[in-house]
């Protein structure tokens, strides 16, 4: 039976809000696709019986042509198959069209990979995905620093913009010195959260980290092709991370907080209560606050939950600070199935999916709003513990995460074990504990400065005393002092 190609319009939008143009082959009553360069704004500009873009886009004249072009690439290539006598099924025109085009484009494919990503309901980590690419393809379209300051603000318009720039960058042509190039292009453009500054070293670290990822991803699926990408320039690329100052509260700053007079009720004073609630559950992550229920809350009052970043179970004992705060939100021996915090609305359609095993086969887009909710929901909570931090005479910049960092700065002054530091935290590894613990503790380091340069050795030595009976319970310092006495 012979061969036939059509144009086909997806009717379902894409991650950029787009329709994108396919060629369809067909054989045997079988379709195959291979996307073209071309994508719609509305379907209403695509004229079916013609298989022609209408009068409609403005551009119509110039993608008629690109899609003529497309068609008969393809075309040609069954051609040639015929003429030399190899197969020449639809999936063998699509892999030579690959093949001999060597516009398998990386844009393309990553913007692609992208919406796969956003489909399986990472919505998480295709919004990362999205980020990165957006920054190359202002690269690639040599779009200055002056200009990306510039750009619209508002999200559909910013995808709009987006959307008309070219997309040209192959797969062989991200080398060594591209990376570079753009390492050094980043580094010019503006911070977006803090005017007047440029993007964060550690930003452009984690727009690399993605970029590796897909570009990776993207060859192996090249190879399954039968086509090869022979030198992988990250292998020699470097972006390294810098370490930043992790902010963090002390004791003394968590005990003005507890002790701040806020209206019962009030918004302001259901914001000190959730961060409050994460820091006495060992440094709880926003995320997962938002989306407790009551039935994550046992009879023998412990907080077992999955952890939506790791899925790493977690099994906390629950003290009475954070009892106190539950008693305000639940009945807590009588736990429903509702979300413990008023932040999330309980009729919505995320909100059926109540165990973290339901929520994974949430669909795409279900999975996406609820992460938005979430996403917005921890920014309103930051912007009132910004307030919270004013009023206590905090002068540090004061958000949910702070609670984690918080946590684990103290635990580590108690000389709490690492092994039990890491296992609250929820790290996959200890040397992550290791590593996260080191930005916090001083301690050792002063001890041994001390010994060194401190003149006043007597006074150290007092100070060294009063601090370890600081943490000795009553019943251990009677004992010593009778040994003393003895």
């Given amino acids: 039976m012979a061969i036939t190609f059509n144009f086909e319009v997806d009717k379902k939008k894409n991650s950029r809000g787009h329709y994108a143009i396919f060629i369809r082959i067909t054989e045997n009553r079988k379709h195959r696709k291979i996307k073209t360069s071309i994508e719609l704004d509305s379907l209403s500009h695509w004229l079916k019986k013609g298989q022609r873009i209408s009068k409609k886009e403005p551009n119509y004249i110039s993608w008629n042509n690109t899609l003529d072009k497309e068609m008969e690439k393809v075309k ?21 069209v690959k093949k001999e085009d060597k516009t398998f484009n990386f844009i393309s494919y990553a913007e692609e990979f992208a919406e796969r990503t956003l489909s399986a309901g990472n919505y998480r980590t295709s919004t990362k995905y999205i980020t990165f690419i957006n920054k190359l393809k202002l690269y690639v379209n040599k779009v200055s620093a002056e200009e990306v300051a510039n750009l619209p603000k508002k999200k559909e318009e910013l995808k709009i913009y987006m959307s008309k720039l070219k997309e040209e960058l192959l797969f062989t042509d991200i080398t060594l010195s591209f990376l570079n190039k753009f390492k050094t292009y980043l580094q010019s453009l503006p911070n977006s959260k803090e005017e007047g500054l440029t993007l964060q070293q550690n930003t452009i670290s984690k727009i690399f980290d993605n970029f590796a990822s ?6 192996l699926e090249l190879e399954s092709e039968g086509l090869t ?6 292998e020699n690329f470097k972006c390294e991370t810098i370490e930043t100052n992790k902010e963090k509260l002390t004791e003394s700053e968590i005990k003005l907080i507890e002790e701040l007079s806020l209206e019962k009720g009030s ?31 046992t009879s023998d009052k412990r907080l077992i939950y999955r952890m939506d970043k790791t899925s790493t179970q977690k099994n906390i004992k629950l003290f009475e600070p954070a009892l106190n705060i539950l008693s305000h939100y639940m009945d807590i021996d009588k736990p429903t199935t509702n979300y413990i915090f008023p932040l999330l609305d309980n009729n919505a359609m995320y909100a059926k999916a109540i165990s973290w095993e339901d929520k994974d086969k949430l669909p795409a887009e279900i999975k996406k709003n609820l992460m938005q909710q979430v996403n917005s929901k921890n ?27 918080s946590f684990a700065n ?8 690492v092994y039990d530091i890491s296992n ?20 050792s380091q002063d001890k041994t400065m001390a010994m060194v340069f401190d003149s006043n050795k007597e006074e150290s030595k007092k100070e060294e005393l009063i601090r370890l009976i600081r943490d000795m319970k009553t019943e251990d310092i009677e004992s010593l002092i ?4 003895g």
């Fill in 76 to 96: 040609q290539t069954y051609r040639e198959l015929k003429d030399e006598g190899k197969a020449s099924t639809a999936s063998t025109i699509i892999n030579a």
């Fill in 214 to 219: 897909i570009y990776k991803k993207g060859v």
């Fill in 229 to 234: 990408i022979k030198n992988n320039p990250f």
């Fill in 267 to 297: 918004l302001i004073w259901h914001c000190r209560n959730y961060f409050l609630f994460a820091y006495y559950c060992a440094g709880m992550r926003a995320g997962d606050l938002i989306q407790l229920r009551g039935i994550n809350i």
């Fill in 379 to 405: 920014s309103l909570i930051n912007k009132y513990l910004k307030q919270i931090a004013t009023m206590a005479g905090i002068n540090k910049k004061l958000s949910m995460h702070i609670a984690r960092h």
């Fill in 410 to 417: 103290i635990a580590r002054q108690k000389n709490a074990n």
């Fill in 424 to 443: 609250a935290l929820g790290h996959s590894d200890i040397k992550i504990t290791e590593t996260y613990l080191s930005q916090f503790d001083y301690q």
């Fill in 482 to 485: 009778k040994q003393a006495k």
